[in-house]
């Protein structure tokens, strides 16, 4: 087989004119990852000048004297997907702040006509209406009310002979998975209490293990998120159950009204927990309560009634100590 020689100034041509593709190959990808880039950027940018309108909007709404429940609740439901975990979570915890500006009213309209005797008539034979289905309700004007307090994020509660409308954290809780985890903590243990409420009727109606439980998970809380702008209220929480748990209530006190002397029920608990759980900071509280009353032989003194509410007044000020 025979090969031709190509002239030098073609071989020279053929590589300048590759080195010219390549270049211009090279530029136009060049190009366009720029433009990706650009256009990345833009998107980005456009992204959160959405989201920050849509939080404007939400503050709008929230700080208009006017606004319902309803209408913060559909705002929420229309744009929470479109948001960060942490602007959904201020969302939902929007829905409660109106629910506390707007409590009172709904509150008083609860003992307005004839709603109450409506709800003694539908629910005096029922030892709970926890789980109260609205379909079944039998009175039309006592179906819509419960309707709309149900729409609105309520349920409705009994104490003393007396029905009321709480805000009803389990049915928040259908938000879990747009928000954060301190959030979802938050509503998590506020849902405890709004399902299985710890006091009614001036009564202890959990046990004083439970009480303590629940004292802890909100300690436990305060440790993991000491950031949470949900601090202060499970701070408060935390302060109620400790308080629940060395005094109890009217109905039922930790000490015996006759004999002054810690029921045997509360200190087995405080025993039992204090050696059980003696990493938690009420643990120790507990287990220092513990040898004060043993120098009295479990009795109620001066001296006792003293320690106990300082232990409440240094719990206000200082609730945790984080090591």
Known sequence: MKYKL?????????LILSFSKITLLHKAKSSDTSKNIINTVKNSSNSIQYEKNIMNDFNLLLNNKSSSEKEVINFVDVNIKKVSKVNA???????????????????????????????????????????????????????????????????????EGQYFPIQNYEWIKKYNSYITEDIKEYISLKSIESTSPSVTDSSLIISWDEIFNRAIQCE????????????????????????????????????DYKTNHLKSVVKKSYENNSFHNNESNLSKIIMNYLKELQSTNFKLTKNIEFYRKNIISNLKEYPITIK
């Not at 190509?6 to 053929?14: E, K, M, T």
């Not at 539908?122 to 039309?140: G, L, M, T």
């Not at 202060?232 to 009217?250: A, E, P, S």
């Open 6 to 14: 190509i002239p030098l100034g073609v071989c020279i041509g053929l």
């Open 220 to 255: 436990n809380f305060l440790k993991k998120y000491s950031y949470s702008n949900k601090l202060d209220d499970i701070k408060n929480q935390y302060v109620f159950y400790v308080t629940c748990y060395l005094y109890g209530q009217d109905n039922t006190p930790a000490f």
């Open 89 to 159: 979570s201020k969302l939902v915890i929007g829905i409660e702040d109106i629910q506390n500006k707007n409590y009172n009213k709904v509150l008083e309209n609860c003992f307005k006509g004839n709603i109450q005797n409506k709800f003694i008539k539908e629910f005096k034979n029922k030892k709970s209406i926890d789980n109260y289905d609205i379909k079944n309700i039998k009175d039309p004007q006592l179906k819509r009310y419960l309707s709309m307090l149900t729409e609105m994020g309520y349920k409705i509660v009994s104490s």
